[in-house]
């Protein structure tokens, strides 16, 4: 049965099919297909009506551009500093990753992130907070934060990126910006399966059938304790500091270019 819209947004489109919600990034409508504002609140929106929908079950979090996301808005960035240089106002828009990607992770619905063609910075940060990650052989990964400059400082995820994928996998691709394909990702832990695009619909299916014969009171609990013992590794987690953080490299630097 195909999905039948239920909802649509400029960066973000929402269908339903039955116990499954699918959102789709809409990166054509926004600059330089990035991860602006605008769709995080839409995110933001939809995930917070999920405490509310017992009868989702599992979130599919995909694209409809060419690219599943280049990353944050730094042209917002650099708006929000030039309007206003004390930094709050950029500290309010970093605030806002944090809280989208905390509400995608405690949501109790499984998450299955859906990547293929360039998933960079925010866009991969966004998707190491879904519980499953599956994404086409010619998907290509970059941590670009360092080598423009800045912290990857984007929705706390450093802790998440660390816990998932391990400390020293992690402090090679942040600290040099390098960019690695499906096939490393998979290798790391950042990918459970890699399938080539046209095949990849059929990959998350066979995620989804299976997930929903399973018990709801189990999926859900064993979620929790997955979550709840993968916190544990981050009980110093900073990541409430990243907007700070963020901020103040803007604003002590040249600026966002």
Known sequence: MNPTPTLSAPPVGVTQDGSVLHLHLNPAATPDDSLDTTAIDAL???LDTL???????????????????????????????TADPSGATLRRVADKAHRLCQALENTHAVTIARLHGKVVGAGLA?????DLRAGADTTRFRMPEV????????????????SEMGAARIRELMLTSEPFDATTAHHLGLLHKVAPLPSLDDTIAAWTRPLLRRSPEALVLTKRMLTGYARADRTADPALLDAHLLTSMLTAGPGVT
């Open 44 to 46: 933001t929106s939809v």
């Open 51 to 81: 405490h509310d929908r017992p009868d989702i079950r599992i979130l599919v979090l995909s694209s409809r551009g060419t690219d599943f996301c280049l990353g944050a808005d730094r042209h917002e960035y650099r708006d929000a500093l």
């Open 126 to 130: 966004l998707a190491s907070y879904c």
């Open 147 to 162: 080598g423009i400059g800045l912290p990857p400082a984007w929705g706390g995820a450093m802790g998440r990126l660390i």
